[in-house]
Every structure is written in C-alpha cells, then in structure tokens.
C-alpha cells in the first residue's frame, strides 16, 4: 500500500512545525497553497496561526471553495488552533463576515483564553492517545462551545472560573480532528499519530 500524502495549508502559520511532525510519525507531507496542489495531496492539516488572515488568503488564493468540496467530500482534515475554528461550522468572537470552511458541528469561540500575554502550558487527559497525560500549548486558543450530537469530545482543560467541567479543547467528528493548543510545537507526535492512523483508516 502506498503511503498517503498530507498536505500542510501553507498560506500563514505553523507550516514546518507541522510537516516536522508528520515526518517523525512516518508521514509524507508537502505544502498547499493552490487548488492544484491540493487534489495532489489525500489529507490535510489546517496549521495554528491568525485565523482571519488565513481565511482571507484563502479567498485570496482562491482555495476556500476547494477547501469546503474536499472536507464535505470525506477527506481527512486535521486543524491546531487557527485550523480549529478554519474547520468549525460556527464562530462566536469572530470579525465580521469572518468565513470557515467549516464541516466539524461545533462552535468554537475565537481568542477563548485571552491575548497573547494570557498564553499558557496545560497537561491534559486525552484518552484516545493512552494514559499519559498531553503536555498542550494553547497560545491566543479557541475553545469549543457547543457540539453536535457526531462529534466525540476528545479532552478539556480545567479553568479556574468554570464549572468543574473544564472547557473542551480537542474533538473529532469523523475524519475530522481539531485542537485548540498547538501539538507541534512539542516533542510529543501522538496527535499527528491519531491524525495518520484517520488518515489510513480513510
């Protein structure tokens, strides 16, 4: 069986960050910044970054609607961050007229955390990567609102002013994966590893 390729949206954000781990769990992967090189690739990760800025150069780039056919279209897509709310149906806090490619049925909230200074390190249960706990990064970060009766909460992160609950920051509705923190920027590949195995599940 031949390996699949993930593509990394490079049009803003954590590009290489992203690719270096996709290499470390034996993944193929090259950059997407055109219609062209995205049907050339069998998955995709939508990298942290600015998430306004990376709708508009995808407008710009003429890769939205692309976008929107292949995830409804059942392709793999992963998204850290930015790429959490790029891959939400719904925003809450987001600028106007601010569009997602959307097919995750969430609503995420833009900026959850606070600014950039309010940045923090988590450990979270996550579950589905065993019993470990994750050492997360959440930088500006979304968080998820409210989700729909498809999508799986995969791990919350406890708030000093929450209901005991904690607030939900990893999910996946299908071939579809989000986080709210930043993976690749640690040493720790268990979510590209998830991602891969949804991937070749695929």
């Known amino acids: 069986m031949t390996q ?6 490079a049009l803003q954000g954590d590009v290489r960050e992203h690719q270096r781990m996709l290499a470390a769990v034996g993944a193929q992967s090259r950059p997407v910044r055109t219609p062209a090189e995205l049907d050339a690739v069998d998955a995709l990760v939508l990298p942290g970054g600015e998430s306004t800025t990376m709708w508009r150069l995808a407008r710009t780039f003429g890769l939205l609607e692309p976008l929107r ?7 793999p897509a992963y998204g850290s961050c930015a ?10 806090g987001g600028v106007a007229g601010q569009e997602t490619v959307g097919g995750m049925d969430i609503t995420v909230r833009r ?14 249960d996550f579950p589905a990567l065993g019993a470990e706990p994750l050492h997360a990064v959440f930088i500006r970060a979304p968080w998820v609102e409210k989700v729909g009766d ?53």
Request: no cysteine; hydrophobic share 50%; charged share 25%.
């Open 4 to 9: 699949p390729t993930v593509g990394v949206l």
């Open 69 to 75: 056919r292949r995830v409804a279209g059942g392709m």
């Open 83 to 92: 790429g959490m709310i790029m891959l939400a149906d719904r925003i809450e």
């Open 111 to 124: 900026n959850a955390f606070g600014r950039q200074v309010d940045s923090f390190e988590a450990d979270l």
């Open 150 to 202: 498809g999508v799986e909460v995969l791990s919350r992160v406890a708030t000093a002013d929450g209901d005991g609950t904690g607030n939900i920051v990893a999910v996946r509705q299908g071939r579809l994966l989000a986080t709210s923190f930043h993976p690749e920027l640690t040493a720790d590949a268990r979510v590209h590893a998830l991602f891969l195995d949804i991937v070749k599940e695929a």
